[in-house]
């Protein structure tokens, strides 16, 4: 089993930054696909950014150039670097684990284990 713990949300005003912590329990940690979720209320979960456990990194067109995702596998965790944030990118962001690769990366389904969610908003 895995637990994932999210970090780091708040708000921020239009153009500003924060990073995301995800705190993932588990020893093989290190071998997990991890993702990046967001979802708007009313909305469909959407895809942010995946990083393999070989470092190679994924990211939606719509944060591409702005969010970086990155782990330490020494602390077992992911971030989120997100810079140049939008008010369209209000959300609560979630953090997901899948135990093996698969092309499929941008689809929530894929994804075995899941965090609880830090509330991310960005003010006009």
């Known amino acids: 089993q895995v637990q994932l713990v999210e970090s780091g949300g708040g708000l921020v005003q239009a153009g500003g930054s924060l990073r995301l912590s995800c705190a993932a329990s588990?020893?093989?940690?290190?071998?997990?696909?991890m993702g990046w979720f967001r979802q708007a209320p009313g909305k469909e979960r959407m895809f942010v950014a995946t990083i393999t456990s070989g470092g190679s990194t994924s990211y939606a067109d719509s944060v591409k150039g702005r969010f970086t995702v990155s782990r330490d596998s020494a602390k077992n965790t992911v971030y989120l670097q997100m810079n140049g944030l939008k008010p369209e990118d209000t959300a609560v962001y979630y953090c997901?684990?899948?135990?093996?690769?698969?092309?499929?990366?941008?689809?929530?389904?894929?994804?075995?284990?899941w965090g609880q969610g830090t509330q991310v908003t960005v003010s006009s």
């Open positions: 588990g020893r093989t940690f290190r071998s997990y696909v």
């Open positions: 997901a684990a899948a135990v093996s690769w698969t092309i499929s990366y941008a689809d929530p389904s894929r994804y075995d284990y």
